[in-house]
T-cell receptor
Framework: GAVVSQHPSWVICKSGTSVKIECRSLDFQATTMFWYRQFPKQSLMLMATSNEGSKATYEQGVEKDKFLINHASLTLSTLTVTSAHPEDSSFYIC?????????????FGDGTRLSIL | DAKTTQPPSMDCAEGRAANLPCNHSTISGNEYVYWYRQIHSQGPQYIIHGLKNNETNEMASLIITEDRKSSTLILPHATLRDTAVYYC??????????????FGSGTQLTVLP
């Protein structure tokens, strides 16, 4: 149980393009989803937290107009990197938390490797 | 959330137990200890969590000291597929971002054949 699917697993696109990444909870309802970014040889950094039906909360330094997050249903959240540039190239990972007790763990997708040329 | 300290790297022989330590000396009473691991180029995988009692599941055991200032993750019979970065995370359930996880640098465990 507790499977989170992320799509696509990797994407290469030209500078200036917008890229959408999907995160789905396959067997549970995700009331909260999280988006992380990970640069090579570094740890995961939280970008934003989204609750179903609400606007996302962004971490300090993360541009909300550049990283658009939508969490319109209990099983799907999307991250759109708008007008992507080479410095946005990174490994993007989502995680999801269900309706259960607050101490229940988050479960992660397998990540999306984004390369901007 | 309390900060954690882990050794940057450890080796373990295949088939032997891997014992990964974590120090969280500033942990408070309402903070849980979580362990995740990240195999190269994949998302983190949940392993186990606990509050104050020792916990065991099909993947690992979690031993938390009586004063809760440190813990040890035990992989009883390490295999090559257990090579990964292991993250020990302490999370409060009463903060505003109750489910947020803050990742440190973790421990790179290498299981040797």
């Amino acid at each position: 149980g507790a499977v989170v699917s992320q799509h696509p697993s990797w994407v290469i696109c030209k500078s200036g393009t917008s890229v959408k990444i999907e995160c789905r909870s396959l067997d549970f309802q995700a009331t909260t989803m999280f988006w992380y970014r990970q640069f090579p040889k570094q740890s995961l950094m939280l970008m934003a937290t989204s609750n179903e039906g609400s606007k996302a909360t962004y971490e300090q330094g993360v541009e909300k107009d550049k990283f658009l997050i939508n969490h319109a249903s209990l099983t799907l959240s999307t991250l759109t990197v708008t007008s992507a540039h080479p410095e946005d190239s990174s490994f993007y990972i989502c995680s999801a938390a269900g309706r259960g007790a607050a101490y229940q763990p988050q479960h992660f997708g397998d990540g999306t490797r984004l390369s901007i040329l | 959330d309390a900060k954690t300290t882990q050794p940057p790297s450890m080796d373990c022989a295949e088939g032997r137990a891997a014992n990964l330590p974590c120090n969280h000396s500033t942990i408070s009473g309402n903070e849980y200890v979580y362990w995740y691991r990240q195999i190269h180029s994949q998302g983190p995988q949940y392993i186990i969590h606990g509050l104050k009692n020792n916990e065991t599941n099909e993947m690992a055991s979690l031993i938390i000291t009586e004063d809760r200032k440190s813990s040890t993750l035990i992989l009883p019979h390490a295999t090559l597929r257990d090579t990964a970065v292991y993250y020990c995370i302490v999370r409060s359930l009463t903060s505003g971002s109750a489910r947020q996880l803050t990742f440190g640098s973790g421990t790179q465990l290498t299981v040797l054949p």
